[in-house]
């Protein structure tokens, strides 16, 4: 069974990646897919979210990165894919998720949405954090993979970007 795992991985985070890791470790191949949202902001390019996801998941066999634009139902049914894979963090991701979830029951029936609880080390994780964190100075390490690292500092001194909440 093939599953996507969509996002907008800008950067990917060591949360990001454990969920990528214990998917392929369920399904037969999964394919991490950097969804292109017109409505955020994004500090990476696709091209570069792709190559941070792309070093970051090279231990892993049956995963391959990708990246598309429209409808995630769309994307997975191009692909063969019966399943689309979500994370949840907190009661706050469950409302959006749901919603989200539901429209796309709606959209494609035959497209299985299913949820994995973030490990409890990395339930405080998300990229807006570490982008916010790596921008105020603090040490980012252990939550990124390492190859994101240094690519996040030099994209913020390259860049005058502002921190945004998401
Ligand atoms: P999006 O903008 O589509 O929510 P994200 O890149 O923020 O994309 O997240 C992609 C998926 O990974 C979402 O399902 C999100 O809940 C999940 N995720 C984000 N951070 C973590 C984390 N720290 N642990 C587990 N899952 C996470």
């Not at 969509?6 to 399904?27: C, K, N, Q, W, Y």
């Not at 500090?43 to 792309?54: G, K, T």
Request: with cysteine; charged share 30%.
């Amino acid at each position: 069974m093939k599953a996507i795992y969509p996002g907008s991985f800008d950067p990917v985070t060591s949360g990001h990646l454990d969920i990528a890791e214990r998917a392929a470790s369920v399904f037969d191949e999964v394919v991490v897919a950097v969804a292109v949202n017109m409505e955020k902001r994004p500090l990476f390019s696709v091209e570069e979210r792709v190559e941070m996801l792309r070093e970051a998941c090279r231990h892993l066999d049956n995963v391959q990165v990708d990246c598309f634009e429209g409808l995630t139902v769309d994307y997975a049914e191009r692909l063969g894919a019966g399943v689309v894979i979500r994370s949840l963090r907190a009661v706050s991701d469950f409302e959006s998720e749901l919603q989200m979830a539901l429209m796309n029951k709606r959209l494609n029936e035959n497209v299985e949405m299913l949820f994995m609880m973030t490990r409890a080390d990395y339930s405080f994780l998300s990229s807006s954090l570490v982008k916010e964190l790596a921008e105020l100075g603090a040490s980012i390490k252990g939550l990124v993979p390492t190859c994101v690292e240094d690519r996040l500092l030099a994209k913020l001194k390259t860049k005058g970007w502002e921190a945004e909440s998401k």
